[in-house]
């Protein structure tokens, strides 16, 4: 893109329940996320993980997650999207990298409580420097399933919610 290499590269770190047979993707505790980053770093650009981790509809990663997100950025990606918790989670620049520890629902079907309604779009601009800068957006999936932007309302008071989850809580644990 633009002269430079991306590599994209997603791993699990929760069982696909639904599954059955062979699982044919990178799942965490069977794959070297770590020697997978910092091979596809010597020969890229820029690298972006996807991660498939976290325990449902908490809004704080644990402990675990947190390490793991950093080491990540650490063995040379410069960007880390979580995802499966269904709610979003911070977003924490680290080092030369960003980690959005969860981005929420997008394009989903959970409309029974108003935090599983609400997405984050990460809007990133990447350089062969990491993360040049970044913007997010709070966005609302409506009674279609579809994603929209918020009322002036709904986006004062999803603000306000997302801001307190910037902060890192004491209780935070494995």
């Known amino acids: 893109i633009h002269g430079l290499v991306v590599t994209f590269l997603g791993f699990?770190?929760?069982?696909?329940k639904y599954a059955t047979g062979r699982v044919d993707y990178a799942f965490a505790p069977n794959c070297d996320i770590i020697g997978q980053v910092r091979e596809a770093r010597a020969h890229?650009?820029?690298?972006?993980c996807s991660v498939h981790w976290g325990v449902e509809f908490v809004p704080h990663p644990a402990a675990d997650e947190e390490a793991l997100g950093r080491a990540?950025?650490?063995a040379g990606a410069d960007l880390v999207l979580g995802h499966h918790p269904h709610v979003v989670r911070?977003?924490?620049r680290y080092k030369r990298g960003l980690?959005?520890?969860?981005?929420?629902?997008?394009v989903f079907?959970?409309?029974w409580n108003p935090a599983l309604r609400t997405g984050l779009v990460l809007r990133v601009?990447?350089?062969r420097q990491g993360i040049e800068r970044f913007?997010?957006?709070l966005v609302w999936i409506g009674d279609d399933y579809q994603p929209r932007q918020m009322s002036h309302a709904q986006t004062a008071a999803a603000s306000l919610a997302f801001e307190s989850l910037q902060r890192r809580p004491d209780w935070v644990s494995e």
């Open 12 to 16: 699990a770190s929760e069982d696909d």
């Open 44 to 48: 890229s650009d820029i690298v972006i």
């Open 72 to 74: 990540i950025i650490d």
């Open 90 to 92: 911070r977003v924490e």
């Open 99 to 106: 980690i959005a520890y969860s981005l929420g629902n997008f």
């Open 109 to 111: 079907d959970m409309l």
């Open 125 to 127: 601009t990447l350089s």
């Open 135 to 137: 913007a997010t957006e």
